[in-house]
């Protein structure tokens, strides 16, 4: 009611109204931050006597006396206004969008008017689509036959049930950026991963939550982005073998065609590039998928194992399958960016039952193939012509993933813990800067750190499982408590056990692995 009242007067520029208060009112002022027009009112306006009002002066008495007789409501607004100002996002488009997982009859087709992040450029559904099957039709899919091979028949329950565990724990990530108003509609209040932790942490220690998930991502997209290095670094060099290239110059060479990355403003540019990353992955598994088919007489011979024989090698595929599905870190970020945030659910769904079907399919007609021969990784099974083929698609994937989780980093480095202001003076200077030396870092590590895949393992295990499965589900648990109801919040206890386990494990794994990697040393 105070929002219509109020409209009907912005054509005016300045008022002066008296009736028990002189008072002036500039106008147009944002209704949800009118609260504090109100507040700075109560406290310097001064009394003077009464005279008649007239229709516009009687108006306006009638809603300051509204205002006056609910001074807890207008408490009440001032604290919601408040967190809008803490979290920067709560505008008037936002409070007209439903969350993913409301039904509220509003929508939000255009960017904000309002708000610090309203230039930010938008992208479609079918643009959020890419990069997250980008995310997760990563170079991991390479291992799934192999982590077949050592799961069994539960390796193919593990690939339906990770896409459907990473795929719920996406939308119960991105259902607590959002918190119900009085009205029951679901408004966008957070903005990060880090303040989810933040209000999560906010009674015990405001800041440390904030901080902790802020230093997870970075270390996991710095390793991802350094994998994807030393993974081009070494397809270069296996497929241009017949050049004199060592190692260091493939490496120099990879760097040098990344050196654009730093230029990447917004997550338009990412999707395109994710496109044609989805495209080199999809010939990739077409390739593989189609040699196997001619290869289908063999079949016959193939049985997986009915039971787990090798503990050690089902916690590797547990690893393996649950996280070629990650894409959590990325996900408020692109939901934000989201032209319709209405279709997050289904965009997650369908990108999961994608892949889910993919990954199925390729690991099954490869395994059948190749039996106990199959290798680490499935390109190593292939004759010598057409590995050369795939690698080449290889190393065209692995460069044009490198900028999601490299623009990620930055972004996180930028704003979480740098505190830059893309709008200040010289930001562009200290952005580019910023860019070039986290460009630089991976290249140095890849370059220098000794067992860099166990070390890896160790990271990945620990910040993947935390990201992926753990955080999405206690957050969840401890924001939505009294919403969820009995089967939700088993569902959450079960994965953050599974997220226990997976970490557990895959520490155990890696430190194994790195005891052995220098005794043999």
């Not at 194992?305 to 996900?331: K, M, P, R």
């Not at 930001?427 to 895949?453: D, K, N, Q, W």
């Amino acid at each position: 009611m105070e929002s219509k009242i109020f409209s009907k007067q912005t054509s005016v520029d300045k008022h002066t109204f008296s009736s028990d208060y002189n008072v002036t009112v500039h106008r147009p002022v944002s209704p949800p931050h009118f609260c504090v027009a109100v507040a700075q009112f109560k406290m310097h306006a001064q009394p003077v006597f009464p005279h008649r009002c007239d229709g516009l002066d009687l108006r306006y008495a009638l809603w300051m006396k509204r205002f006056h007789a609910g001074a807890e409501e207008n408490q009440g607004l001032v604290v919601r206004d408040e967190l809008a100002h803490t979290y920067g996002d709560v505008c008037r488009c936002d409070s007209q969008a439903s969350s993913p997982e409301s039904q509220a009859a509003f929508r939000t087709d255009g960017p904000c008017e309002d708000g610090a992040h309203s230039t930010r450029p938008k992208i479609t559904t079918w643009e959020a689509g890419w990069n997250v099957t980008s995310a997760i039709q990563g170079i991991f899919v390479l291992g799934l036959p192999y982590a077949l091979l050592q799961s069994g028949y539960m390796g193919l329950l593990l690939l339906v049930l990770a896409a459907l565990i990473c795929s719920y724990t996406g939308k119960i990530l991105v259902s607590c950026l959002y918190e119900e108003d009085e009205n029951g509609h679901s408004v966008r209040v957070r903005r990060t991963y880090e303040d989810i932790a933040t209000a999560c942490c906010r009674h015990i220690c405001p800041y440390i939550g904030g901080m902790v998930v802020n230093a997870a991502q970075v270390v996991e997209l710095v390793m991802t982005c350094i994998l994807y290095l030393v993974v081009s670094s070494n397809l270069m060099c296996h497929s241009l073998f017949f050049l004199p290239l060592t190692p260091a110059t493939c490496s120099a060479i990879t760097f040098l065609i990344l050196v654009p990355c730093m230029l990447i403003r917004d997550l338009r540019v990412l999707s395109r590039l994710s496109l044609f990353c989805s495209l080199a992955q999809f010939l990739i598994t077409f390739i593989v998928i189609g040699y196997c088919l001619r290869q289908s007489s063999q079949w016959a011979s193939r049985r997986l194992s009915a039971v787990v024989v090798d503990f050690d090698g089902f916690q590797v595929a547990v690893g393996v399958i649950i996280f070629s599905y990650t894409s959590q870190i990325y996900l408020p970020t692109l939901e934000e960016s989201m032209t319709n945030r209405l279709d997050f659910n289904s965009m997650i769904d369908w990108t999961h039952i994608l892949a889910c079907v993919l990954k199925t399919a390729f690991s099954v007609v490869a395994f059948l193939t190749w039996g106990e021969e199959t290798k680490e990784v499935i390109t190593d099974n292939l004759p010598t012509a057409l590995r050369m083929v795939v690698n080449l698609c290889l190393l065209a994937k692995a460069l044009l993933s490198y900028p999601l989780p490299f623009y990620a980093a930055a972004e996180i480095l930028q704003t979480g813990v740098l505190k830059l202001n893309s709008s200040a003076e010289g930001s562009e200077r200290g952005t580019l800067l910023l860019r070039g030396s986290l460009l630089l870092l991976t290249l140095i590590m890849a370059l220098c750190v000794p067992h860099f895949s166990l070390l890896m393992g160790l990271t990945g295990s620990v910040t993947g499982a935390a990201m992926t499965l753990l955080l999405p589900a206690l957050f969840h648990l401890q924001l939505k408590w009294t919403q969820l109801d009995v089967s939700h919040r088993i569902l959450d206890l079960l994965i953050l056990l599974l997220g226990c386990f997976c970490s557990v494990s895959g520490v155990i794994c890696s430190i194994k692995g790195m005891i052995t990697a220098f005794e043999d040393k």
